[in-house]
């Protein structure tokens, strides 16, 4: 291992060439419809001693990302150059920000001789409205992606363009990351709708939105990673001015020097940041901004809340990513409703999706064509004019008793009564819910799991209560929805909403 302040001890590098040139022209950026032959061949020159260099590498392992100022894809030395680096063994994986404009069929055949560096090359996509289509932009993402070849795509958030950025989300794959960039310049910050919408096609703007402090200390640029220019000199990320070194003229890196910078202002910088969540959410893939999706061999929904918005309705956006994840991974319930309420909630058709779950707070277990009932017995005489008791069975045994009970006095005798018998009661004026004493979503979630072999860190289970962290905690992937309970959002792994799942789990039967 080398030592830290030596070039070699680094293991990410952000590359820019000469480059400074677009075919492009969108509105908002200094480099479109820039035509600069002689600084291209200078680019070309600088890219070459760049390859070189990595050829030559003794040190770790390392990841490269191409940030051009401009296109660089449209040019064949930059396409070639990437495929003779993927193909180093030093090189674990690289990747380049593009416009999608380039061929990519073309590159696909350039790389039909070595079908293999696929699964190193990355490609981090920038839609830009002004200039291109949805259709085509997706359709040559999709070309990439279809291939094995890892992809992101992202949009800068211009309120004006919300409509297009909707259709992006909806005709990319679910399994594609769309990522928001905050759009800087803008003349009125943005509105509380306007971030509501971005969060929901990108449920990490947040982060974007409010950058972060710069804290040198716990920044991995200028150690074990650093960004270089076209020269060769060194700096710890795109966005520091304070140079630590050359990559041509010395091994050694000074890491004395801070970056100076009181904002980390870009994904690029707070993505360096080690104490980042981005680092629990993405894994490995926080360098490329694609997430490093674990594998998820079961995924268990609460109901309330969670599958349902406001209005108790599922949207339709989650209902279709429902129909999507359920052709690659079973999926069940953990919710405090019975199955005719789950059933109901749902609908017929969402409802099938599910291989069953935990009922009732756990007081019905059904998995693989098999259940589980704790029974309960009601008091004999609580029925009254001012309360309406619904008793909940399953193959003759109840298992729930729902009890709407209006008059106040009544309410406290029956739960005053109830406290001496072997139950959990659940009390939410005027609703009195009572299941068995041994009932817990977090029990049947367990039991499931241990008798259907789901190994728990596997299993992704999504709620947004505090109620339900018990069972949330009990697995390797807790995911809060995006309008949970903060105590909750606080505790979780992930916040996100379940149309986003596919973009950051891989999912298998």
């Known amino acids: ?8 001890s680094v293991r990410r590098i952000y590359y820019r060439g000469k480059l400074n040139s677009c075919n492009y022209a969108c509105s908002y950026c200094p480099f479109g419809k820039k035509s600069h032959p002689a600084s291209t061949m200078q680019d070309k020159q600088a890219w070459n001693r760049f390859i070189t260099a990595i050829e030559q590498w003794e040190g770790e392992s390392l990841q490269l990302f191409i940030i051009p100022y401009g296109e660089a894809l449209i040019h064949r030395y930059y396409r070639e150059g990437i495929m003779r680096l993927a193909a180093l063994p030093q090189v674990a994986g690289i990747s380049c920000q593009t416009n999608l404009s380039f061929p990519a069929d073309e590159w696909l055949d350039e790389l039909q001789a070595t079908p293999s560096l696929r699964g190193k090359i990355k490609v981090w996509a920038s839609f830009h409205p002004e200039m291109t289509s949805v259709e085509r932009f997706v359709r040559q993402l999709h070309i990439l992606h279809n291939v094995g070849i890892q992809v992101c795509a992202g949009a800068v958030g211009n309120p004006s363009a919300k409509k297009l950025l909707a259709d992006l989300r909806n005709a990319l794959l679910p399994d594609i990351y769309l990522f928001i960039n905050a759009m800087q310049g803008l003349k009125s910050p943005l509105s509380d709708e306007d971030i509501r919408f971005f969060t929901q096609l990108d449920n990490l703007f947040e982060y974007d939105l409010r950058n972060a402090p710069a804290q040198w200390e716990k920044c991995s640029g200028g150690r074990s990673a650093c960004f270089i220019d076209w020269k060769g000199d060194i700096f710890a990320c795109p966005r520091s001015k304070v140079k630590i070194g050359n990559f041509y003229q010395s091994q050694k890196l000074d890491t004395s020097l801070s970056c100076q910078r009181k904002v980390c202002d870009c994904y690029i910088a707070f993505s360096n940041l080690t104490n980042h969540p981005l680092h629990s959410i993405m894994g490995k893939g926080t360098f490329w901004r694609i997430p490093d999706k674990p594998l998820i061999t ?10 349902t918005d406001a209005q108790g309705k599922v ?3 989650y209902a279709n990513v429902l129909h999507y994840m359920a052709q690659s991974v079973p999926l069940y319930l953990a919710t405090s409703l019975s199955v005719e309420q789950a059933r109901r909630k749902l609908g017929k058709t969402l409802f099938s999706l599910f291989k069953g779950g935990a009922f009732a707070d756990g007081g019905l277990l059904l998995y693989d064509g098999r259940n589980r009932c704790l029974s309960v017995e009601l008091l004999p005489d609580v029925n009254g004019e001012s309360a309406k008791i619904t008793a909940h069975s399953y193959e003759g045994q109840v298992y ?4 709407l009970v209006y008059e106040k006095e009544q309410r406290e005798n029956i739960l005053s009564r109830l406290k001496a018998k072997p139950y959990q009661v659940f009390y939410k004026p005027p609703l009195i819910t009572v299941v068995h004493k ?16 789901f190994p728990l860190e596997q299993v992704l289970i999504v709620g947004n209560s505090q109620k339900d962290w018990e069972m949330m905690s009990a697995v390797s992937h807790s995911c809060a929805v995006m309008n949970s309970e903060p105590f909750l959002k606080d505790h979780a792994r992930y916040t996100l909403n379940p149309d986003r799942l596919p ?7």
């Open 400 to 403: 729930k008793y729902s009890m």
């Open 298 to 307: 079961a995924v268990f929904f609460d109901v309330d809340g969670t599958l």
């Open 315 to 317: 949207p339709e956006n």
């Open 438 to 453: 041994e009932a817990g979503k977090k029990k049947g979630v367990l039991h499931i799991c241990k008798v259907l072999a």
């Open 1 to 8: 291992m080398a030592n830290e302040g030596s070039l070699f």
């Open 503 to 509: 973009t950051f789990f891989r999912f298998r039967k």
